[in-house]
């Protein structure tokens, strides 16, 4: 009597190892895409130099006419020199962070392409997040660094009050990478709901920007809108940083702030698994 043995597929599973080089090459990939298009970001040099020096004049101007009038030279805590490098500081920590991770989600899912995008082997949030570390990685080498070069010494930019400000500095804007990546990735989910969210990205451009504190320090804020800040993610993306870097939060506070650019990193990515998988399920594909 001949028994029948049947054969069973054990589950498909990607190894530790795997997945780390996995991750690792798609931060190459994207390094070497963005490498491709790299004049875009020598023109974004001069850009983000013009916005620095249109702030460098503007806080002259305010700080000369307080002045006059025989007022504090102290505006929002902060002086005249401290503005300037508030500012300067600011746009050259946005150069690093910046990404356009919500304007490819909602192309994909206008175009169609994200139906291939579901059946891949991995998470695509997980994903995105490591392609904008390798965009991240282009912009530090090619973009935020010549931005140093030029501003720095142009506007004559002062450095933190202690070296070890440079190091905490850095490390809070890449948090601020993680939060800011997060909250696109948010954005970017309401197109399974509304198909097309030009409107809310070109609103989204100027409302972070202000939001999180490159255009105006919070300090300049009534302290009602300061309070209500304090619940909410955008002052981990900029003001938190810069803070850091102008030695405005040392001891405690640093760690402070610290620990709370790490809690909402966290939470906007748990928060970013939730969204994504009630998202998906308004996946509509026509055709075949």
């Known amino acids: 009597m001949n028994r029948v043995v049947e054969n069973q597929l054990a589950p498909w599973r990607r190894g530790t190892l795997a997945t780390y080089k996995l991750h690792g090459n798609f931060i190459r990939l994207a390094f070497l895409k963005f490498l491709a298009y790299r004049l875009r970001y020598y023109t974004g040099v001069v850009t983000y130099t013009i916005y620095v020096a249109g702030f460098y004049y503007l806080y002259n101007a305010l700080f000369a006419s307080r002045l006059e009038d025989g007022s504090s ?13 508030y500012v ?10 910046f990404n356009n991770i919500a304007r490819e989600i909602s192309g994909q899912i206008r175009e169609g392409q994200i139906a291939m995008q579901l059946i891949k082997p991995y998470n695509i949030q997980t994903v995105m997040m490591f392609e904008v570390v390798g965009e991240s990685a282009f912009r530090l080498l090619m973009f935020t660094l010549p931005i140093m070069l030029v501003v720095v010494p142009l506007f004559g930019i002062n450095g933190p009050p202690d070296s070890a400000l440079y190091v905490w500095s850095f490390i809070s804007f890449c948090l601020a990478l993680v939060i800011y990546t997060q909250l696109n990735f948010l954005l970017g989910c309401m197109a399974f709901f509304t198909q097309n969210i030009q409107g809310v990205l070109r609103a989204k451009m100027v409302a972070l920007d202000f939001l ?3 255009i105006v320090p919070f300090t300049f804020f009534p302290e009602s809108i300061q309070k209500m800040m304090n619940w909410l993610p955008f002052q981990s993306i900029s003001y938190i940083p810069v803070t850091i870097y102008l030695g405005k939060r040392t001891g405690p506070d640093l760690w402070q702030g610290l620990v709370l650019q790490l809690a909402w990193a966290v939470g906007l990515y748990l928060l970013g698994r939730l969204i994504w998988s009630l998202s998906v399920r308004h996946v509509i594909v026509q055709g075949g």
């Open 73 to 85: 030279d102290l505006i929002g805590g902060l002086t005249l020199d401290e503005m300037i490098t």
């Open 212 to 214: 999180t504190g490159v």
């Open 88 to 97: 300067a500081i600011s746009w050259i920590g946005r150069s690093f962070y």
